[in-house]
């Protein structure tokens, strides 16, 4: 495992509260099919008895947040993404209830192409500061 991402759905600010009383946004702002958070957004609205009327494919985390903040719709995206984002003041940001809210991501390779890069990078993401202090010695 690389790490554990807490998701989150976002909506323009105001937003009345995503999940309760029915709440559900009629957009739905994913990446194209094949993505595991587009995948869980659509078991999402499958949980709750609902379908998007659309859906808008993007190719980026910042674009799908433009379109939010724009109000055509709602997206379901790591919560960490929102540090980057400078218009988060114009988000309103909904909690997924305990068991949907996380996601791992792993790190993978193709069996005998591991690089000293790639071995770097799965050190670093396994320990912390102190393996990239201890890659960067290596090098």
């Not at 790591?78 to 114009?90: A, G, H, M, Q």
Request: glycine content about 10%; aromatic content about 6%; charged content about 20%.
């Amino acid at each position: 495992m690389a790490f554990d991402e807490e998701l989150v759905i976002v909506a323009p600010a105001g937003h009345p509260a995503i999940g309760r009383k029915g709440v559900v946004p009629r957009t739905m702002i994913a990446f194209e099919h094949g993505c595991p958070h587009r995948k869980r957004l659509e078991d999402w609205y499958a949980a709750r008895g609902a379908i998007p009327e659309r859906v808008i494919e993007l190719g980026s985390y910042h674009a799908m947040l433009g379109c939010v903040v724009a109000g055509m719709g709602a997206a379901l995206l790591p919560k960490s993404v929102l540090t980057t984002f400078p218009e988060s003041r114009r988000l309103s940001v909904h909690a997924l209830p305990a068991g949907e809210n996380r996601a791992r991501t792993v790190l993978i390779w193709r069996k005998g192409a591991a690089s000293p890069k790639v071995q770097a990078l799965a050190a670093i993401l396994a320990g912390g500061d102190n393996a990239v202090s201890r890659s960067r010695s290596k090098t």
